[in-house]
C-alpha cells in the first residue's frame, strides 16, 4: 500500500515537472493505473482494516491522535457551555 502512495507521489512531482505537457498522457495512463491497483486493494477490506492499515502509518497515527484530541478539547468547551 505505502509503496502505491510513494508511486502517486511520484507521479504528482512529475505531473508539477511537465511544465510544457509533453509528458501528460503517460502520466495520467500511470496514474490511473495506480489508482485503479490502490482501489481493488482497498475494495475488500472492512473498515477496521482500513484504520488497523492506517494506523500503522506512523504519521497518519500522529495526525490521527492530533485531532482526537482537539476533538475532546471541543467536546470539552461545548459541554462547559451548557
Known sequence: MRDYTKALEAIQEATEHDTENQHTKEISQVEFK???ALFSQRGE???????????RDPEVAV???????????LIH???RTL
Open 34 to 36: 495506480l489508482q485503479q
Open 45 to 55: 477490506e472492512s473498515q477496521e482494516e482500513t484504520l488497523e492499515r492506517a494506523m
Open 63 to 73: 495526525n490521527f491522535l492530533i485531532l482526537e484530541k482537539k476533538r475532546g478539547f
Open 77 to 79: 468547551q461545548f459541554n
